[in-house]
């Protein structure tokens, strides 16, 4: 069984970025896999290491920036990456497009992707993808285990957690909880530059945004520099507590 997991790149959640025009600018942004995505790949090395599976694809579809994170997985255990070179920003269900016709083209069995994308803030993936293929989807899983022909385990509803049994070849999304992704060692971050990473087009698949994007805005409030007198403790806090109530609209 082959499995495929996607990768994406995406701003450090401690990281600092600024607009510049219309755009998000990301110069000088450390750029991190997306968290739920990592929980993706880590959760493919467990299935191949329990003997579920015999290889594991990481993919990225994005620009040149986005091989680091592919490095990266190579570095965790991926066997091989590839990369959709693209400068082009794609929306969740294009998005789709590309890793459905990678899935059918490497005759993956499995597909992991993130529960919900960190850049566009969006949950569309996994079921658009779904979609393309025809194959059952299990959302914001917890527990994943293969058992012969069909994966079993547990995923968060509205209602709680439930346990879940679905045929392959299947999509599934992943989420924190799900495990705890390793930390690539030095040997293997060293081997990882001798695995493969093949490099394709986006006009390969024929893909194209969907969503325009127009305009971005960072939506700031300029700080009051009100300072607080600390020589009475007491007054200080009477003080704070007025403020927070009536200025800043945070207590009740």
């Given at each position: 069984?082959?499995?495929?997991?996607?990768?994406?790149?995406v701003?450090?959640?401690?990281?600092?970025?600024?607009?510049?025009?219309?755009?998000?600018?990301?110069?000088?942004?450390?750029?991190?896999?997306?968290?739920?995505d990592?929980?993706?790949?880590?959760?493919?090395l467990?299935?191949?290491?329990?003997?579920?599976?015999?290889?594991?694809?990481?993919?990225?579809?994005?620009?040149?920036?986005?091989?680091d994170?592919?490095?990266?997985?190579?570095?965790?255990?991926?066997?091989?990456?590839?990369?959709?070179?693209?400068?082009?920003?794609?929306?969740?269900?294009?998005?789709?497009?590309?890793?459905?016709?990678?899935?059918?083209a490497?005759?993956?069995t499995?597909?992991?992707?993130?529960?919900?994308?960190?850049?566009?803030?969006?949950?569309?993936?996994?079921?658009?993808?779904?979609?393309?293929l025809?194959?059952?989807q299990?959302?914001w899983?917890?527990?994943?285990?293969?058992?012969?022909?069909?994966?079993?385990?547990?995923?968060?509803?509205?209602?709680?957690?439930?346990?879940?049994?679905?045929?392959?070849?299947?999509?599934?999304?992943?989420?924190?909880?799900?495990?705890?992704?390793?930390?690539?060692?030095?040997?293997?971050?060293?081997?990882a530059?001798?695995?493969?990473?093949?490099?394709?087009?986006?006009?390969?698949?024929?893909?194209?945004?969907?969503?325009?994007?127009?305009?971005?805005?960072?939506?700031?409030?300029?700080?009051?520099?009100?300072?607080?007198?600390?020589?009475?403790?007491?007054?200080?806090?009477?003080e704070?507590?007025n403020?927070?109530?009536?200025?800043?609209?945070?207590?009740?």
């Open positions: 069984m082959k499995i495929l997991t996607l990768v994406r790149q701003p450090d959640a401690e990281a600092r970025v600024k607009v510049s025009g219309t755009a998000v600018d990301l110069e000088g942004t450390t750029l991190v896999i997306d968290g739920m990592e929980y993706g790949v880590e959760e493919a467990r299935l191949r290491e329990a003997g579920s599976a015999a290889e594991v694809i990481a993919l990225a579809v994005g620009p040149k920036r986005s091989e994170a592919l490095r990266t997985a190579l570095a965790m255990g991926a066997d091989r990456a590839i990369h959709v070179e693209t400068d082009t920003r794609l929306d969740a269900v294009a998005l789709s497009k590309v890793v459905a016709q990678v899935a059918q490497e005759g993956a499995l597909i992991l992707v993130g529960g919900q994308e960190a850049d566009w803030d969006s949950q569309a993936l996994g079921a658009a993808t779904a979609e393309r025809n194959w059952p299990l959302t899983v917890n527990e994943l285990k293969v058992e012969g022909e069909s994966i079993v385990g547990r995923h968060d509803v509205d209602e709680g957690n439930e346990s879940f049994s679905a045929p392959l070849p299947a999509v599934v999304s992943t989420q924190q909880g799900l495990n705890e992704p390793r930390y690539p060692t030095l040997p293997n971050i060293m081997k530059k001798k695995k493969e990473l093949r490099k394709d087009a986006l006009d390969t698949y024929g893909a194209a945004a969907s969503v325009q994007f127009v305009n971005a805005e960072i939506q700031a409030r300029a700080r009051k520099n009100q300072m607080i007198d600390g020589k009475d403790p007491a007054a200080a806090a009477t704070l507590l403020l927070l109530r009536n200025e800043a609209k945070v207590l009740a």
